[in-house]
């Protein structure tokens, strides 16, 4: 599926389409840096649900903490980091608008027939978005941000699919030359474990522009904490640094 620049998709990039579709079959190769980011990231995001009061006392601790929520994941790529969620109990629906992702996510969860509760859609937000108007108790995007057009009206649609109280999180790159000497110059062409041109400078954002978007949307942000990589032992750990990696964390304000 060719998805070019458009008034219909304006937050789809060609090129980044492209990217995907080629890298699309190393997508569960161990060494990949987002795998190791699940140690991190799934228990951040189940922590910030229970924080939204969105877990049951008799719930926290379980070993199926999120049964019975509803979580969008989008630009969830292979499904590397919708398969780790939903073995808390919760359904995740992944949408990504790159087809050879999609079937890469399909392929793998085929391997384990317990995985019942996921659920893949070759699909845009634009087009996600205008059928499940705060349909779900959170909305994710994991490292999707610096490949997408139109960061504002990308976050502005993740919003409109999030139920008000609902938590959106957020993982991304900042825009400083720190991310860029070390995501580009260090991991793609000197290191060579992120294949070249994934990333652009350009596409990176800071916490403040996507704490101001969200805003705009009737989110508050909770907080923000830095990530950082170390490529010698290939795992991440939270950081009071920001200036490569963060993630964000925000609330729907109830209606």
Known sequence: MSFPRSDKFPTVNADEMALFKNISTQWWDKTVPLQSMNNLRVPWIVDGIA??????????????????LKILEVGCGGGIFSEPLSQYGCTIVGIDPCTDMIHIAKQHMALNPSLTNIRYI??????????????????????????????DLFLDLCCRCLKPGG??????????????????????????????????????????????YLENYNCRTKYVRGMLYNFLTSAWHWSSIQLISYALYAIKDKK
Not at 176 to 204: D, M, N, Q
């Open 122 to 151: 070759n699909e845009t937000i634009e087009e996600h978005s205008k059928k499940y108007f705060e349909e779900y108790d959170a909305v994710v995007a994991t490292e999707v941000l610096d490949h997408v057009d139109e960061r």
């Open 167 to 212: 938590p959106i999180f957020v993982t991304t790159i900042n825009k400083t030359w720190t991310a860029w000497l070390t995501a580009i110059i260090l991991l793609e062409y000197i290191v060579g474990i992120i294949p070249k041109g994934t990333h652009s400078y350009y596409k990176f954002i800071t916490p403040e522009d996507v704490e101001k």
């Open 51 to 68: 924080e939204a009061g969105l877990i049951s006392k008799d719930k926290v601790g379980s070993s199926k903490p999120l049964e019975g």
